[in-house]
């Protein structure tokens, strides 16, 4: 059973080509890499974004296409703070009418509304008005999708219940199938 052409069978296979044991294995844990984020660079990192996390306060005024009406908590984050933009989850921002709040960090809270629902991929938009966050400096949290790469370490900010923000440590590991 050491021999991978033994496993695979002989069928298919030439037998004056050689087969390597790395061809045939797919890699499931990312490889070791040795700089590996510490508690201080995490730290940095979460002073630095969670004042852009906010907590998504919703409510579905009325049944619309499959959701009911109902009132919910959800997390959401500022990815343009010119234009007052919140990027969150498709759900969050429903398919019908909607009134929602945003509160940020220090409490201040502001009207949002949906500016976008994607129809395929789980996330959406809202909009609010920048100049109403008079008290708390906070910087946006730019979407980078070109720096996103399977086995990264990431970690999550998200609300318990609408109470208050947490970090969540996530060993994010995606297959490309």
Not at 42 to 57: C, G, I, M, S, T
Not at 87 to 106: I, Q, S, W, Y
Not at 114 to 142: K, M, S, T, W
């Amino acid at each position: 059973m050491g021999d991978p052409a033994e496993r695979l069978g002989s069928e298919g296979l030439d037998s004056g080509a050689a087969v390597k044991t790395d061809d045939l294995c797919m890699e499931i844990d990312p490889p070791f890499q040795e700089n590996v984020a510490t508690a201080e660079d995490w730290r940095k990192a979460l002073n630095r974004v969670v004042p852009a996390v906010v907590v998504l306060r919703t409510t579905a005024t009325r049944s619309f296409d499959t959701e009911s009406a109902a009132a919910s908590y959800a997390t959401g984050f500022v990815v343009d703070k010119r234009r007052g933009i919140i990027l969150t989850n498709r759900h969050v921002v429903k398919p019908g009418p909607v009134v929602a709040e945003a509160m940020f960090l220090n409490r201040e809270e502001v009207p949002v509304h949906p500016i976008y629902r994607d129809p395929v991929h789980d996330f959406g938009f809202f909009c609010y008005d920048p100049g109403a966050i008079q008290f708390l400096n906070y910087e946006e949290i730019p979407l980078a999708p070109e720096a996103a790469c399977v086995g990264l370490e990431i970690r999550v900010v998200g609300n318990d219940s609408g109470e208050k923000l947490h970090s969540f440590v996530v060993f994010y590991k995606a297959f490309d199938f």
